[in-house]
């Protein structure tokens, strides 16, 4: 399945490292999304950008800081995280989360994070 | 604020048998319930999805049954397969509205 890809798949980084991910989606779809996943918890939402516009930041920490050139790309900058975000990080998208949209939001494959 | 829990955490049931995975929602007004399969190293992909506007769906083995006055609603697998083992994730939404996620059940099917 190509509709999300994510890279790099993998990546492990030091405290003080500044990395980034990056998420594109083939879909068409407006909407693009930033979830953490961590072992037994449910799925975190982070950001979401609607049109390129960020429209929700669930009090994520700073040390985060997307990016949205356009409705087919996001990207998730990290700087001096910390080794309690180690995890999963999946992107999504959805056509635009509107009343009469299905809301089906479509996954990449994720980025698996370690922070050492 | 607004939650979906999710039960069991973990189901283990023997092949062939059937499996319901159960949530509740708080927010009254949610009319998108939907119903996401993540295999073990994989991505979740939606695998049934139901709106307020009917009381169940069927899509082959899988079915999903809405009360919207209880306020949950539920998976239901028959004649499960090894293929089915994987985390289920229940969501909820409403209209313009980000999806509230379950925490997920592990499926296990016993050969």
């Known amino acids: 399945e190509t509709g999300v890809t994510q890279t790099p798949r993998h990546l492990v980084m030091g405290m003080t490292n500044k990395k980034s991910l990056k998420c594109e989606q083939h879909?068409?779809?407006?909407?693009m999304y930033w979830y953490k996943q961590s072992a037994k918890k449910p799925l975190e939402l982070m950001f979401v950008?609607?049109?390129?516009?960020?429209?929700e930041n669930n009090s994520v920490p700073s040390r985060f800081s997307p990016e949205c050139p356009n409705s087919s790309h996001l990207f998730l900058h990290l700087h001096t995280l910390q080794p309690e975000d180690s995890a999963l990080y999946l992107c999504?998208?959805?056509?635009?989360?509107?009343?009469?949209?299905?809301?089906?939001?479509?996954f990449g494959p994720g980025t698996r994070l370690t922070v050492l | 604020g607004e939650n979906v829990e999710q039960h069991p955490s973990t189901l283990s049931v023997q092949e062939g048998d059937s499996a319901v995975i159960k949530c509740t929602y708080s927010?009254?007004?949610?009319?998108?319930f939907p119903w996401y399969k993540q295999e073990l190293g994989k991505r979740p992909q939606l695998i049934i999805d139901?709106?307020?506007n009917v009381g169940e769906k069927k899509d082959q083995r899988i079915a999903v049954t809405l009360n919207k006055t209880a306020k949950h609603f539920s998976l239901h697998i028959t004649e499960t397969q090894p293929e089915d083992s994987a985390v289920y994730f229940c969501?909820?939404?409403?209209?313009?509205?980000?999806?509230?996620w379950g925490a997920g059940t592990k499926l296990i099917i016993k050969p």
């Open positions: 999504a998208s959805s056509q635009n989360p509107g009343p009469t949209s299905t809301d089906t939001q479509y």
């Open positions: 879909l068409g779809h407006n909407a």
């Open positions: 950008y609607n049109f390129k516009e960020q429209t």
């Open positions: 927010d009254s007004a949610s009319n998108y």
């Open positions: 139901i709106r307020s």
């Open positions: 969501a909820a939404s409403r209209s313009n509205y980000q999806l509230i």
